[in-house]
């Protein structure tokens, strides 16, 4: 009698762990997903004024160049930014701190 009551005991506790889990696994991911989206938008941000930033500072492009880029970067916001990264900063000094 002892040992069946055992088994149901294990069992009871095993199918008691699977529905924690599974009540909780989407519990976790549904809290996840707001953090990752916001850890990214904030890394967006932050991007984005970086390259505003170096738009604004990069002495390599003329006036009226740095201008343009800082409208369009700011106008088209991380679109922009990319943008300015791959094209317009091509010209700007990669390692101005080593001398």
Known sequence: ???????????VLFIAAVVLCLTLVPMAVGLLFPLVLLALIAFAFV???WMLVDC?????ISGT???????VIFF????????YFFVGRSRSPRA????
């Open 65 to 71: 160049e740095r201008v343009i880029w800082a409208l």
């Open 76 to 83: 088209t916001h991380c679109l922009g930014a990319l943008i």
């Open 96 to 99: 101005s701190f080593v001398r």
């Open 56 to 60: 604004i500072r990069n002495e390599n």
């Open 1 to 11: 009698m002892s040992l069946f009551v055992g088994i149901i005991a294990v069992f």
């Open 47 to 49: 991007f984005w004024i």
